[in-house]
């Protein structure tokens, strides 16, 4: 497989998909669209709504029933990234190689923004569920439950994450950052990916496992990259975190064990895929890519 | 009837029900599930939890129905008013008599409790909804489809108001705001209790014009209070808006005017629900209640 451009499809189906969420009728609240247009459609890399629609495509071909899911949690995924970018939070001033929202706009609008992309991933949900016909309906109103309180989940997370800025930190609390602040929703794509899908307790079981592990992975390469990342690549200034003393992997355990972990925990993700055979392929390489990305 | 006294037991169903709500589990976020509490029960009239019972009381009697819409609806309250005070919106210190969120806690704190709390309301109707039997799903899917489509309306009024702060503004975007920033959660709250009460097309229109003028009566009392209520009732300054140059119907009208069309709209409020006759008498004496409470 050509997992790159396996991933560039991907990429393209979800931008597409997203523009068509993005508001542009003429109207009174428009710059508030705007600032809520420019983080959604701000060029991420879409790892979260491909997760959803890769993890759908081991069970079922027609995506387009997995997709509203995949929009929300793209739209959720955004809002935690304007609120944190904000002064009273990390105070970043770039992401993805431009200005953040509110240095873009101004800090109150990005407040809004991103309170409003948040609420929108509910009113995608809504829509969506409004659609769905009564067989349908039992395992959508659990997945919107699990959806709501993996973002609880995600918001308690980023909190700590602020609570122990600069300060030393334990192991269980730098866990608890990781699988709450981007574990969670991670492993909210897969799991309706699976749920969606129809899969079996046993399949959903191990796609979690799966979920927790890139999870993991997702975050300690952050932290590698945030450490020596190219910033040019990165698209926002390395050594932020070592700066304002920010509680990372690399800082609990140093570049070359936090590399270390980071490669076994990759083995473990992808081995947590075995039973699905040559179908995982895509979720495999992901893992890889996971690891291996310079941004 | 004994408006002052119904209104208080209507308050402490209220108070009881958010309660239940209330994180009370040691936890390694216990600060942001503090600072959540501290604004869910800081004391506010409750005034749209209890127009959502009062609306429901109007068709039926079992109002632990339409309780968890009503807890949800004071969740999104109190988010909208923590992002409010913020520094880069409002800027307040003072609320309800005591210190904003974010100067009690700080301000990550203030901004992720506020979406925790936006986020909390869809996790009691995502619970509420999978607990509900099919015949009931319709409408309640349709509640859950315009709790958040009112959510965003008052996220974009809230903006437009940030927007025009320090400046000139029309009459059709002063009454925008009005509309989306205050009117359209409080029209949620009449519609969700008529809905969920299964009041005919008709009433429920009916009840939607009583919520609009209530609505705009609210804030037109609000912009009066700001200007000359009395602080120590208040429990915040007055004088703020005008120091900050904000756009208020008394900045546009005058006090004088500001008055005479308040008394107008809450006359068209309560006679909006002249077919309910005396099952109306408590919504008829909120509407009062609104235009001459002295916070």
């Given at each position: 497989m050509d997992f790159k451009a396996e991933l560039k499809k991907y990429q393209e189906i979800v931008e597409k998909e997203l523009d068509k969420y993005v508001?542009?009728?003429?109207?009174?609240?428009e710059t508030l669209n705007k600032s809520m247009e420019y983080s959604l459609m701000g060029g991420g890399k879409r790892l979260r709504p491909i997760l959803v629609i890769a993890t759908y495509q081991l069970f079922k071909n027609d995506i387009e029933k997995c997709m509203p899911y995949a929009v929300a949690i793209e739209m959720v995924h955004n809002f935690s990234l304007i609120h944190d970018d904000l002064p009273g939070i990390d105070n970043d001033d770039f992401r993805h190689g431009r200005q953040t929202n509110h240095k873009k706009f101004n800090e109150a609008t990005a407040i809004l923004a991103g309170d409003g992309l948040l609420n929108s991933a509910y009113i995608v949900i809504s829509e969506e569920l409004q659609k769905s016909v009564q067989e349908e309906l039992k395992e959508k109103l659990k997945i919107f439950n699990e959806f709501s309180l993996a973002v609880d989940r995600m918001i308690a997370g980023e909190y700590i994450d602020t609570e122990y800025e600069g300060k030393e930190i334990s192991t269980e609390y730098l866990d608890y950052i990781h699988i709450n602040k981007t574990g969670a929703l991670l492993k909210l794509c897969v799991r309706m990916g699976a749920i969606l899908g129809q899969s079996s307790e046993e399949e959903l079981q191990e796609l979690s496992n799966y979920a927790d592990k890139i999870g993991l992975a997702f975050q300690i390469k952050d932290d590698i990259l945030s450490e020596e990342g190219d910033e040019k690549i990165l698209g926002k200034p390395v050594g932020n975190d070592k700066k304002r003393k920010k509680c990372t992997y690399v800082s609990k355990y140093g570049l070359q064990e936090s590399k270390q972990r980071l490669e076994k925990i990759t083995q473990e993700a992808i081995k947590s895929l075995d039973k699905f055979g040559e179908k995982a392929e895509f979720l495999k390489e992901l893992a890889l890519y996971i690891q291996n990305r310079n941004k």
């Open positions: 508001r542009k009728d003429k109207c009174i609240e």
